[in-house]
């Protein structure tokens, strides 16, 4: 039996409990045993690895809500990073996977792929090919041809939206992405408009749920979120214009937000290339204006609420920063990345959380985040499994052993 203990000062869950001081967790064979105090363990099995974490804060593993693999945000043009072939998609890929794991991301939602590389990439790392965070996978993005977010595949109309959808669920896909309203990073193209039907809408969304699957949707705001509320997308991705109206239903409906911060208001974002493009700075410009705003109207209110990098690959502990200043507490920007992260990708029974019967997955932190939520950017270790991963500046293994089957994110 593969077993280690780990000695912590002070270990935060991930359910929003308070922290537990003087916490000792046992892991065997990748999954967590029991959590207690020291009294507890007087008498250990032979052959368990000790793991002294000292003042280190001990975390669940955090999880990328909205991400992509190969785009690098800050050298341009996210759609033409998009069209590349899928050989050099798949090598920009793995520096990014790396980037992630070090920060401390054990699990990402990948929000769409051409050439479905995420679902390969995924399953590469699930069988030990690569190293890097679980993925949920999407597959390729269901865009309209004159919507935001086409690279190389569009879908026109309700029987191409089903074809693309089936054709996703088919390869394994985790869920359906799809691309409602305009974005930030096009020319040209209003954050207001709004590319697909409600029937367009409605025909993702049944084709996902006929097999156990939900839909995310890139929405903004205006009438895209409003046919996501109605037409039961689970997940509305970005939301910076999401009004007090559309709020009380999302609320009412118990559906998810996922903020995606950095790449609006981090240098390293839109603004570090894409600013030549007077359109866009105008409208990043203006969402800036409003999203601090929009968000402190979602943590008051209780909404369902996670994040996401949008491909600023390691930097999830900006999104906490950002969250933190928008008026949620250190410990519920915390559980954004953790619980209730795990709740809103549907993974909350095997992962998000440090409790008995979960995965071990989990990382060690250098200070309190909870005085100063910044030090979840400086992370010493990170195990998955309760095998060590990575620390903060190096991957432990190229090639790491395989995950157990049943710790696999995907239900394919």
């Avoid at 309209?144 to 109309?157: K, P, Q, R």
């Avoid at 749920?209 to 890139?218: E, I, N, S």
């Avoid at 949008?310 to 900006?318: E, F, P, V």
Wanted: net charge neutral; with cysteine; proline share 4%.
């Amino acid at each position: 039996m593969n077993a280690i203990l780990v000695k912590t000062k002070n270990l935060i869950d991930g359910t929003g409990r308070p922290p537990v001081r003087d916490a000792w967790l046992l892991v065997k064979n990748g999954l967590i045993d029991r959590i207690g105090d020291a009294r507890e363990f007087r008498a250990i099995e032979p052959g368990t690895e000790i793991v002294d974490a000292g003042q280190a804060w001990v975390l669940p593993g955090l999880i990328d809500s909205h991400t992509h693999l190969s785009i690098v945000p800050a050298e341009g043009d996210q759609l033409a990073q998009l069209r590349l072939p899928a050989s050099q998609a798949v090598v920009r890929s793995i520096p990014n996977l790396h980037a992630n794991l070090r920060s401390g991301v054990t699990a990402m939602r990948v929000m769409g792929q051409e050439h479905h590389i995420d679902l390969d990439i995924r399953d590469a790392i699930a069988r030990g090919r690569l190293a890097g965070p679980r993925l949920l996978a999407s597959g390729i993005g269901l865009v309209a041809s004159n919507g935001h977010g086409v690279a190389l595949t569009t879908t026109d109309g309700v029987e191409e939206v089903r074809r693309l959808a089936r054709r996703n669920l088919g390869r394994g896909a985790d869920f359906v992405k799809m691309f409602v309203t305009g974005g930030l990073s096009s020319a040209n193209k209003s954050v207001d408009f709004c590319g697909y039907t409600p029937e367009e809408v409605a025909a993702a969304v049944e084709e996902a749920g006929r097999v156990g699957k939900y839909v995310a949707a890139h929405a903004h705001g205006g009438r895209g979120v409003d046919l996501c509320i109605q037409q039961g997308v689970r997940t509305i991705e970005h939301g910076a214009f999401i009004s007090e109206a559309q709020l009380e239903r999302i609320i009412e409906r118990q559906l998810w937000i996922v903020g995606t911060f950095t790449i609006l208001f981090h240098p390293e974002g839109i603004e570090k290339t894409d600013f030549r493009d007077a359109s866009i700075r105008d409208k990043v410009l203006r969402a800036r204006d409003v999203v601090e705003g929009t968000f402190r109207r979602i943590v008051s209110s209780g909404a369902n609420l996670t994040l996401g990098t949008d491909s600023m690959h390691g930097m999830l502990a900006y999104e906490l920063e950002c969250l933190v200043r928008f008026g949620a507490s250190p410990l519920q920007a915390i559980s954004a990345v953790t619980g209730r992260a795990a709740q809103a990708c549907r993974i909350e029974e095997g992962f998000g959380t440090l409790e008995a019967g979960r995965n071990a997955d989990f990382i060690l932190v250098d200070g309190d985040p909870l005085a100063d939520i910044r030090a979840i950017a400086r992370v010493r270790e990170v195990y998955q499994s309760g095998r060590l991963a990575a620390r903060g500046d190096s991957i432990m293994a190229e090639r790491p052993a395989p995950l157990p089957v049943e710790d696999r994110l995907h239900t394919s």
